[in-house]
């Protein structure tokens, strides 16, 4: 399904062992991915430039000596001889090159990481058991690997400022910061919005924001991933938890069709935080500051944990029964959501097919951002119409659904986790019909629907997305759901089974063997074997429809409409 990629092998030599790397690399990426060998390092960043400012990637190298004349290479014993470099050299400012041999635990090197960590020890507080980057901390874990183990140092330290906000949600701790300028290039490189900067010279020196700005921008957590050491700190999950005690899960951001990889942390049924994950094909290492936030949904005040039927809390088998029998009623029509999951797709595309029902999705368009927010803020509206649930893009869908409303050509809707009211649609033509709402929160929809079955959020249960390149992504429940809720695909399952659809079942497994042998695109794919990165689908198929998506990341938009739509 993806393509693949001719490289460019040459050999450098790690420590005395061969290895073949791709030329031009950076050397400590390279030396990490194919010799499994850790070059230490804090300024550097594969995603920004260099700067070659900390000086921990010092290593030996060297290159097999050549004849002055006749440049041929010169042996010793058999073997080309090397001529090592009198002084060593940053690893973060090299790149691979056929030959290169690099000493990265010679006597020299491990001298100069001593003397190094030494040197930024100076005067960095010593506050290990309160610093919130515990468990995190590349100084902690340096000086421990590397360090000296006992300081010299008889001067006063220079003490810098403490606990200072340099926007609405990042908080500064001077005296901790090594001065990486990591956080500063970021600003400037990524997200073009150059607010960060050093003043003053020497032990002096110290970050802070321009003279009136702050690092407002919805990218500023990002140097608070990037910060090697405690400096910056996320107010949100500040002193909350320590790193050690939680749980990561590997996710996708559910905030626009960019399909940001994502990690969720998680503690004994609670969420405390969400981290980038890297996809270079995706996001890079980077996410939103909005997507963060995301995991408060699970805590909404709005959840629903009890199915009701014309208001009154029933069981969820009763709640069913009553929606079974409304759905096998005349005039039905579903009314889905991009925020579903393929796998849930699939399943109201049987249900569809059987009741021989229209289908219609709530879009959710809004401008892009050009960078990881596209113009289509769910996740998986591809995956409607890679499943056949829809198959035009949706962005006329809340016409159609009044102009059938208005007609009376529908008496039962089935809506999966949309609220019509806040889409546009007149509550007098909802209160019409009977509605059926399955959804993990309650809305206007939901309050005027006949029968309501509460669902998980995309943090409670897993499956996976089609973003908007026609990667399909996968997700890992994070949390369980609340007591006595079950998943969508459970609830749809029993719901299909209830209309006469063949062979539901809510196992994973048995869902994606149907969507095999009915979806040509996915007939390769198995849920339990997709790789963390996605699988690049063939979308060729798809190629004439017109979607909403502008420029962002990773991704050229072919045709795109307006956003209004
Ligand atoms: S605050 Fe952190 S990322 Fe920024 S320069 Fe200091 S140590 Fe580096
Ligand atoms: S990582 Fe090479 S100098 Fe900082």
Redesign the pocket.
């Known amino acids: 399904m993806s393509e693949e990629v001719k490289i460019d092998l040459v050999t450098i030599n790690v420590d005395g062992r061969d290895v073949d790397v791709p030329v031009g690399m950076n050397l400590i990426d390279a030396v990490k991915k194919y010799a499994k060998v850790e070059i230490p390092?804090?300024?550097?960043h594969s995603k920004l430039s260099v700067a070659?400012?900390?000086?921990?990637?010092l290593v030996e190298m060297g290159m097999p000596m050549r004849d002055r004349d006749s440049g041929e290479v010169i042996l010793e014993e058999g073997k080309p001889k090397i001529g090592w470099m009198p002084k060593p050299a940053?690893?973060?400012s090299t790149k691979t090159s056929a030959g290169l041999h690099i000493r990265t635990q010679s006597p020299m090197v491990k001298e100069c990481r001593n003397g190094v960590m030494e040197f930024l020890l100076l005067n960095h507080p010593l506050d290990c058991p309160i610093c919130d980057q515990a468990g995190e901390c590349r100084l902690q874990e340096f000086s421990t690997d590397y360090g000296r183990g006992y300081s010299r140092y008889i001067e006063e330290k220079n003490v810098k400022p403490k606990r200072s906000r340099i926007g609405p949600r990042i908080t500064l701790d001077d005296e901790r910061c090594i001065l990486c300028s990591r956080c500063v290039r970021f600003s400037q490189e990524i997200t073009k919005d150059s607010v960060l900067g050093f003043v003053d010279r020497g032990s002096y020196s110290t970050l802070t924001c321009y003279p009136g700005r702050e690092l407002d921008n919805n990218y500023s957590l990002n140097v608070v991933d990037l910060c090697p050491v405690g400096a910056l700190t996320d107010n949100d999950f500040r002193f909350k938890m320590r790193v050690w005690f939680l749980k990561p899960v590997k996710s996708i951001c559910t905030e626009s069709s960019v399909g940001v990889n994502t990690e969720v942390w998680s503690r004994e049924g609670k969420i405390y935080r969400i981290t980038p994950r890297q996809n270079d094909d995706v996001n890079d290492t980077w996410m939103s500051d909005s997507g963060r936030r995301l995991y408060r949904r699970a805590e909404s005040e709005f959840r629903l944990f009890e199915a009701a039927v014309a208001g009154a809390p029933v069981t969820r088998d009763q709640a069913l029964e009553h929606a079974g029998a409304l759905l096998r009623g005349e005039r039905v029509a579903l009314v889905v959501s991009g925020h579903s999951t393929v796998e849930e797709h699939h399943l109201l595309k049987d249900m569809a097919d059987r009741l021989e029902a229209p289908v219609w999705m709530v879009p959710h368009v809004a401008e892009g951002d050009g960078f990881l927010i596209s113009n289509d803020r769910t996740p998986n509206t591809r995956g409607a119409i890679v499943t056949g649930l829809i198959r035009e893009t949706p962005y006329d869908h809340i016409a159609k659904i009044k102009e059938a409303l208005e007609h009376k050509s529908v008496e039962t809707l089935l809506v999966v986790g949309e609220d019509l009211i806040a889409a546009g649609v007149d509550r007098s033509l909802l209160e019409q019909v009977q509605v059926i709402y399955i959804g993990p929160e309650q809305n206007e929809t939901s309050q005027l629907a006949t029968v309501v079955i509460p669902s998980l959020t995309v943090f409670e249960k897993s499956g996976t997305f089609i973003n908007q390149n026609f990667r399909i992504q996968k997700f890992a429940q994070a949390i369980p759901g609340p007591k006595g809720v079950a998943s969508d695909l459970s609830t749809l399952c029993h719901l299909a089974g209830l209309i006469g659809c063949e062979g539901s079942s809510a196992s994973m497994e048995s869902v994606w063997e149907s969507i095999r042998s009915k979806i040509p695109e996915l007939a390769q794919v198995h849920f339990g074997n997709l790789p963390d990165e996605g699988l690049l689908m063939d979308a060729a198929r798809f190629a004439h429809l017109k979607f909403c998506e502008t420029q962002s990341l990773h991704y050229q938009a072919v045709n795109p409409e307006p956003a209004n739509a």
């Open positions: 390092h804090y300024c550097y070659g400012n900390c000086r921990m990637c940053i690893a973060c």
